[in-house]
């Protein structure tokens, strides 16, 4: 039996109430890229547009789907992933740039915000997921990164599917691999149009996870690894912060480590996610022409995408559930 008082006590807020069955569940999100560059309605057109868009509400939602079924934030990230490196439109999987050989060599890399494991390959060149062995790497190694024939040889110990370096080729990233040689040796200049995909993701319980895979850069050097399956520099995720995934010119994400750079400005300064892309999007890249952007999610599932470049393929689930899908600059 309770007293007058402590249910006096309830009243005035001194003491908690029994618990509500309206008490809202955690919270939930995710967001996804799927590359950043020269993107604009011209470069596009609303045909190309509208299947970019389809595919990133797929992926999108699967992912989200995972969480509101209570399953974890590595789970979402990798499902999202798969099906953008499935797709032949995304610098990822099939569909990924050309190295300087005419040859594919993909990176990528996942994180886990709350054990801070981590799992990367690069220099893959048989692997039709990389996202897949890059989980495996983190989960069933004792290491962060594999890289090349070593990696592969790892990859036989499991089940995951293996291709031909064929299999990742299209037409049109044979196209833009043929007209970037001409450029160079004409001495014209070359806008890059980023594809990397990646996604970030808080489940109920609170874990944050990044992943990102890549082709690279076009005609990259071979061997050359970029910053997508270096973690802390493509690839972030620490609970007590954020989870980062980026996009753009490598090189630059490296040198600036730019993922971890965000979780850093929020542990140590106490910035909020929207100051610390900003500063380090805006302000640091920008100013040093590092083009590209990053998706960013908080412990309180508050999204950033932000990126320096004309556009960035980017999505994420609204608070009522509705995937917001965005490409262009002014969207
Ligand atoms: N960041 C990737 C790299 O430099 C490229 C991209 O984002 O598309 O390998």
Avoid at 131 to 138: C, D, F, G, P, S
Avoid at 271 to 285: D, G, I, R, Y
């Amino acid at each position: 039996m309770k007293t007058k008082l402590h249910i006096v006590a309830v009243l005035f807020g001194l003491l908690p109430g029994p618990p509500t069955a309206s008490a809202d569940p955690p919270p939930i999100g995710i967001a996804i890229h799927g590359g950043a560059g020269a993107l604009t309605r011209k470069n596009m057109g609303s045909i190309k547009e509208k299947a970019y868009r389809k595919k990133l509400e797929e992926s999108l939602m699967a992912g989200y789907r995972i969480l509101k079924s209570g399953g974890s934030s590595l789970d979402a990230v990798q499902r999202a992933i798969v099906i953008l490196e499935d797709s032949p439109y995304f610098n990822a999987g099939k569909g990924a740039v050309f190295n300087l050989e005419g040859k594919n060599e993909l990176d990528a890399s996942v994180m886990s915000g709350k054990t801070l494991q981590a799992g990367a390959v690069a220099g893959i060149q048989h692997i039709k997921n990389p996202i897949q062995l890059a989980r495996l790497v983190m989960e069933k190694s004792k290491h962060v990164m594999l890289y090349g024939k070593g990696a592969e040889e790892f990859a036989k110990r499991f089940k995951i599917p293996m291709v031909p370096n064929t299999y990742f080729h299209t037409p049109e990233r044979w196209r833009q691999h043929q007209e970037l040689k001409n450029r160079t040796s004409a001495g014209r200049p070359y806008r890059f149009v980023f594809g990397t995909v990646g996604a970030v993701a808080l489940d109920r319980n609170g874990n944050l996870a990044a992943g990102t895979s890549t082709g690279g850069l076009t005609n990259k050097e071979y061997g050359r690894i970029g910053d997508s399956p270096i973690i802390g520099a493509g690839t972030y995720a620490n609970n007590q912060t954020c989870a980062v995934s980026a996009t753009g010119h490598g090189e630059y994400f490296i040198r600036w480590t730019v993922a971890h750079d965000i979780s850093a400005l929020m542990e140590y300064k106490g910035m909020t996610l929207p100051e610390a892309t900003h500063l380090v999007v805006m302000e640091k890249l920008k100013a040093v022409g590092g083009e590209g952007g990053v998706i960013a999610i908080d412990k309180n599932a508050g999204v950033s995408m932000v990126f320096n470049s004309e556009g960035m393929f980017r999505a994420t689930v609204r608070p009522d559930g509705s995937p917001d899908i965005k490409i262009y600059r002014d969207e």
